[in-house]
Structure formats: structure tokens, C-alpha cells
């Protein structure tokens, strides 16, 4: 008989944390004063108080992890210029500017831009509609690019020629997850965590694909704004009402820091969101 034993269990690894600089924009303005995606319903009352104290925690958390925070001036009619995210892509110390859908919006693009001129940086501006972190998400070699919604393939393409990086088009179907960030999120440089249903089948075969040991997200979580998370590699900045998703992260070794946002997921955003990701060369 041959002996049967319990196959051994896969050993937790520890994630090694990398120091990040970041970009973010304090929500003195925010409100919600008209409907660009479906979180967000015109003359919704928000808390400006709260939204204020819950952006600092925000702050505060990554100060805490040991990140570099950096703040732009809010602009005064400007109410969705807090979701620093849409701003830009920077990668190798290379900034794509924003070219940006909703006519609302489009002012913020020209505020970000002077930011980065300011802080010594080359700024590329956009061919096309292009929502900056919000829809090009980079993973390690690749760069995630969402459309559907809002950022155009035309962008994709111009992405990478700048970048020279593999830029892989992923297409989303959902309206609640209408930026590719709001339903994918990188871990570190080769993993990611996503809701499969927000994409098109042929774009959840390409994400399989790529990263056969993504984390994969259920529905409610990414609802609660779990997948528009931020990692370090090891700890991840993360909505407290996703709790499969948090409980599945600890498991394969990181270190899930809740915040909460619920203010600005009345916008239709979270910790992501409010998160511009400056990497230098
Ligand atoms: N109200 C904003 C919009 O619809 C929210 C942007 C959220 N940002 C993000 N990176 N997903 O454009």
C-alpha cells in the first residue's frame, strides 16, 4: 500500500516592501456636482469635513509605512482634482501627461502638467483620451492598460512608444468599473488582484494568461472599492469593507492596512484613486 501523506502546505513567503514616492491632492473642494460614472449622483451631499480627516488618515498611513508624500494645490471648481491617479502616468521618471474624457474634468490636466514641470520633470501631453494611473497600471515589465470607458488605445499606443513598454490593451465592459484601477490592482512587480468580471473574456483570458496567480476578487469586493488598493510589495493600503479580499492577501503573505474612503466613493473613487505614484528613474 503505498503511504498516502497530506501534500506539505505551500510555506507563506514574506513580501519585501519598497519606499514609494507619491502625489496626492487634498480634497478642499471636493463635492459632487455632476454624474461622470455611475457611483456618483448629481448634488449628492457630501461631508467635507470627513472626506478632509478620512484623505489625511490616508496621508498619514503612508507617512506611517515609511513613503514619500508629496501634495499638489487643490483648484478651486475643480471638485474631482483629489483623484491625483488621473493625472498622469510616471514611469523611469517619464510623465505622460492627461488628456481627460469628461469635459469636466479637463481643466485638472493643464494642473497636473504644471506640477511636474515644476518638479524638474519631462512631460509628454497625450494624442488621445487618457486618464493617467487610472487606466495604465504597470506591472513589473508590462503596462496594464484599461479602455472601454474612458482612456482610448490610441493613448495605449502612444503609452508605449514613450515608455518602450510592453502595453497590454485590456478591455472593460462594466460602467462601475469604468478605470481599469477600480477592478485591478498590482501587488508587486508580478502579481496582481482583479475582478474578472469587469472585463471582456478574451481580456480576462489575456490577464490569465499573464498572471495564472493573480488573486482573483469576488464582485462584493470589488464593490467596496477593495481592488482601487495601493501595495508597497508588502502592505496593502486597502478599503476595510473588502474583507474576502483582505482575508485572501494575508494569506499569501501581505499586510492588508485598512482605510477608509467612504466619503469619496461617493465620486466614485478610493485610496488608489487618490494616489499618483511618482517613479523615478
Ligand atoms: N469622479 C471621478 C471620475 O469619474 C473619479 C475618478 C476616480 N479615479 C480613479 N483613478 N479611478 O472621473
Known sequence: MP????????PTPTRRARTRRYLLCQPRYF????????????????DPAKALTQWQCLVDTYRGLGHIVETIDPVPGLPDMVFAANGALVVGGRVLGSRFHAEQRQPEAAAYQAWFKAAGFD??????????????VPVGPFLLAGTGFRTTPAAHQQAQEYFGMPTVTLRLTDPYFYHLDTALFALDDDTIAYYPGAFTAGSRDVLRRLFPDAVIATRDDAMA?????????????????ATGLIAQLADRGYIPVPVDLSELHKAGG???CCTQEVRSA
Open 3 to 10: 503511504l498516502t501523506r497530506p501534500a506539505p502546505a505551500r
Open 225 to 241: 472599492f477593495g481592488l482601487n488598493s495601493v501595495s508597497d510589495g508588502r502592505h496593502v493600503v486597502i478599503a476595510p469593507r
Open 31 to 46: 463635492a459632487v456636482e455632476y454624474a461622470i460614472n455611475p457611483w456618483m449622483q448629481e448634488a449628492t451631499e457630501v
Open 270 to 272: 478610493g485610496a488608489k
Open 123 to 136: 512631460v509628454r501631453e497625450p494624442d488621445a483620451v487618457c486618464e493617467g494611473e487610472g487606466d495604465l
